[in-house]
């Protein structure tokens, strides 16, 4: 049985916006009392709970905002809901050249790689010109795509999320760091994303050559921690955005981070959070709660 549309529709139930007033309410019981929020230098933010759909900490969470190369777990999504042969070699051509950003690409014209790789690289690496080459052969090409892109938005319960291309370089893809966080928990149910995401490197073969990718997450190049899931993004409207799962005192988490002016710093809020919850005894509370179906597959 295929629990993705089971597992959606009870994303769309537990990770619903919330006021911080309300995950943070304070309880009678003096141990349970209310915490403030860590300190971060990101405009919007979500911490939040998988496994119980519990809202941890927020900020600007319902601000609608452009989300970058973020959109590539989507892209993800839809590439794997499509079915298509992993084996599959696809050939980069001048239509997967970036004309928005002006960015360039390791991917020379004329490069074949399997649809896995470029998959990979995409994820791993925010290979522009792979995520467009995964979108430009997609049954009824791109304009499809960005259609089963924004119907499985709605379909995870992401309403305030819009996209327009499968690179993220279009700073009209937008969402909101709640959207985000449903976003991350459904991509953590499906192997290739968690391991495509999480690996430090790759060594792809492009004809007679072969080209080392590395992650574009720091957190995940030190291995410093458990990493399940994981996607940075970056263009100028959007700043330094980062969605990650991992996992803090045995608890799922996912951390959703959106505008930050560096990436020192969002390597630095990301950093806070895990102290933060570690510290302020947040995931102790949250395992002691009233368990939920879980949200992220088995592990």
């Known amino acids: ?37 860590p300190a971060l230098r990101s405009d919007a933010f979500v911490v939040a709970n998988p496994r119980t759909g ?5 900020r600007n969470a319902n601000r609608v905002m452009p989300i970058a190369s973020i959109t590539k777990l989507m892209t993800a999504l839809v ?3 499509g079915n298509q042969r992993l084996s599959e070699s696809i050939t980069v051509t001048m239509d997967d050249v970036d004309r928005i950003k002006g960015t360039g690409s390791r991917l020379a014209i004329g490069s074949r790689l399997s649809r896995a790789d470029m998959l990979h690289i995409a994820l791993m690496s925010s290979e522009n010109r792979a995520a467009s080459a995964l979108a430009r052969n997609y049954p009824g090409g791109r ?17 305030s999320t819009h996209f327009a291309d499968s690179t993220g370089l279009n700073p009209r893809n937008v969402a909101t760091a709640h959207d985000l966080a449903k976003l991350a928990a459904t991509a953590s149910t499906y192997p290739l994303i968690r391991q ?5 490197h790759r060594l792809v073969r ?36 980062l969605v990650m799962g991992t ?12 505008h930050a002016n560096t ?10 959070i895990k102290t933060w919850l570690e510290t302020s005894g947040r995931m102790t509370l949250t395992a002691q709660s009233t368990p939920a179906p879980k949200l992220f597959s088995a592990q």
């Open 143 to 159: 304009r499809a795509f960005v259609e089963a892109m924004n119907a499985k938005a709605r379909m995870l319960g992401m309403w």
């Open 54 to 58: 519990e809202i941890l900490a927020e």
């Open 196 to 200: 495509y995401t999480s690996t430090e």
């Open 206 to 241: 492009n004809g007679k050559r072969q080209m080392q990718y590395h992650n574009s997450n720091r957190i995940v190049r030190e291995g410093s921690w458990p990493i399940l899931v994981s996607k940075t993004g970056y263009i100028r409207e959007a700043g330094r955005c």
């Open 79 to 81: 590439v794997l809901d």
């Open 263 to 272: 990436t020192d710093e969002r390597v630095a809020d990301a950093k806070r």
């Open 1 to 37: 049985m295929n629990m993705r549309p089971f597992l959606s529709l009870l994303l769309g139930a537990f990770l619903l916006p919330a006021s911080i007033d309300t995950a943070h309410a304070a309880p009678t019981n003096s141990f349970l009392e209310q915490r403030n929020n």
């Open 247 to 258: 996992k803090v005192s045995n608890e799922p988490v996912i951390m959703v981070l959106l």
